[in-house]
């Protein structure tokens, strides 16, 4: 969930992360509809997730109680980068420590792996090439301040737009496999 300037902080709630002084926590709220939902409902199947530790702690503190909203979080594997945590109550968490942790778990069999919220770890990610999928949900807004998902750091890589869909309102979201390196030319030749 990003904004046209590429701000993700805080799209829940307004206490979500206040962070820098964030005053905007929840702007998500009023670009709900049911293409939204319906889109939302498809991405929450059941994989193992990689969580960044904020949004961990967020997760962990309200799945547990509200498995409804997304069937099976509770049950599969929480995988969590973070240097300070060493376990949870949450059913199945799993903690990293490093960009190491993280190759050998994509390099090993089992489900997907899906990343949700968890900004600094996204940027990470593409800093060290470990995306293969990218699902934005770009609003039709700006918010100027806020932590913003696309930083110094990524490296340079092509993506292939696989499914959009635009919402009633306003919402492109859109899915992007990687595509290998990026192509140069020149237009109009």
Request: proline content about 4%.
């Amino acid at each position: 969930m990003i904004t046209l300037d590429g701000v993700m902080q805080a799209p829940g709630g307004p206490g979500e992360d206040i962070s820098g002084g964030f005053k905007y926590g929840g702007w998500v709220a009023p670009y709900g509809d049911e293409i939204y939902g319906k889109v939302m409902k498809k991405q929450m199947k059941s994989a193992d997730l990689l969580l960044g530790r904020k949004t961990f702690d967020i997760f962990a503190g309200y799945w547990p109680e509200h498995e409804s909203g997304w069937p099976g979080v509770n049950d599969v594997t929480k995988y969590v980068l973070s240097n300070t945590l060493k376990k949870s109550d949450w059913n199945n968490s799993v903690f990293l420590r490093s960009v190491g942790d993280i190759k050998q778990l994509k390099n090993s069999n089992g489900s997907d792996i899906q990343v949700h919220g968890s900004g600094k770890l996204i940027q990470l990610l593409l800093k060290n090439d470990l995306v293969e999928e990218l699902w934005l949900k770009i609003h039709p807004l700006t918010l100027g301040k806020g932590k913003k998902l696309f930083v110094d750091g990524a490296i340079p890589a092509a993506f292939t737009l696989t499914e959009s869909v635009v919402t009633s309102s306003g919402v492109f979201i859109a899915n992007y496999k990687r595509a290998g390196s990026v192509s140069t030319g020149n237009l109009g030749s």
